[in-house]
């Protein structure tokens, strides 16, 4: 039962450029989280999608940051015109349907993103 | 001061003491959850308190939950030099919005041989 795939792990972008990262849920998973996390900082919560409706993206920049869940295939976090500040870990998690609180999250592996 | 804070920042204990976190948070939650990451590595749940529990136990973690007080302590005993990570308390709110979390910024454990 494969956990939350995260790709790529590893991307580096010239300032200007388009960053795409992908998040594959775990199966049975209809609820995708994306977080950030700087160098020697926690996890910063960006966004919250089920398929095909954003939940709650209080935490993505109002610029040139965008999240989807199509109805088929992966999430996608989309940072376009990147900046050195941009460089950081992202992290997508899953959860099952229902979304309740206290229903464990599960994180991918991350994707490191810097911004030469 | 942010919600979830863990302390010490950083902690550095022999093989087979015992190491202690705490987490202060200033909402009130629904859960508290904990969480270990390696270096460059993904964030790996090791447990989840809920606000009405009191304490839980998992194999050699050992979780409290105070309310009243807003903390949180995660108890490793017989540490091991595997253990060395940062470990992350996270709070789910009472509101809606699923599962998301508010982290803390994380206590670093060194478990020298």
């Known amino acids: 039962n494969a956990g939350v795939m995260q790709n790529p792990r590893h991307l580096v972008r010239r300032r200007g450029q388009e960053a795409r990262l992908r998040c594959s849920p775990m199966k049975g998973h209809s609820h995708v989280y994306w977080y950030r996390q700087l160098p020697e900082e926690g996890l910063k919560f960006m966004v919250y999608?089920?398929?095909?409706?954003?939940?709650?993206e209080s935490g993505m920049p109002k610029e040139r940051f965008s999240a989807e869940f199509p109805k088929e295939g992966p999430s996608i976090l989309r940072i376009q015109q990147v900046v050195r500040g941009d460089s950081a870990a992202y992290f997508c998690?899953?959860?099952?349907?229902?979304?309740?609180?206290?229903?464990?999250?599960?994180f991918g592996e991350g994707s490191w993103l810097t911004v030469v | 001061s942010q919600q979830g804070e863990e302390d010490p920042q950083a902690l550095s204990i022999q093989e087979g003491e015992n190491a202690t976190m705490n987490c202060s948070y200033k909402t009130s939650i629904n859960n508290l959850q904990w969480y270990r990451q390696n270096s460059g590595r993904g964030l790996v749940h090791l447990i989840l308190i809920r606000s009405n529990e009191r304490e839980k136990h998992s194999g050699r973690l050992r979780v409290t939950l105070d309310t009243s007080k807003k903390s949180s302590s995660l108890l490793i005993t017989a540490s091991r030099a595997a253990d060395t990570a940062s470990y992350f308390c996270?709070?789910?709110?009472?509101?809606?919005?699923?599962?998301?979390?508010?982290f803390g910024t994380g206590t670093q454990l060194k478990v020298e041989l």
């Open positions: 999608l089920q398929k095909e409706n954003i939940i709650d």
């Open positions: 996270a709070t789910g709110g009472l509101t809606g919005g699923g599962n998301k979390l508010t």
């Open positions: 998690a899953s959860s099952p349907p229902g979304g309740s609180s206290g229903n464990t999250i599960y």
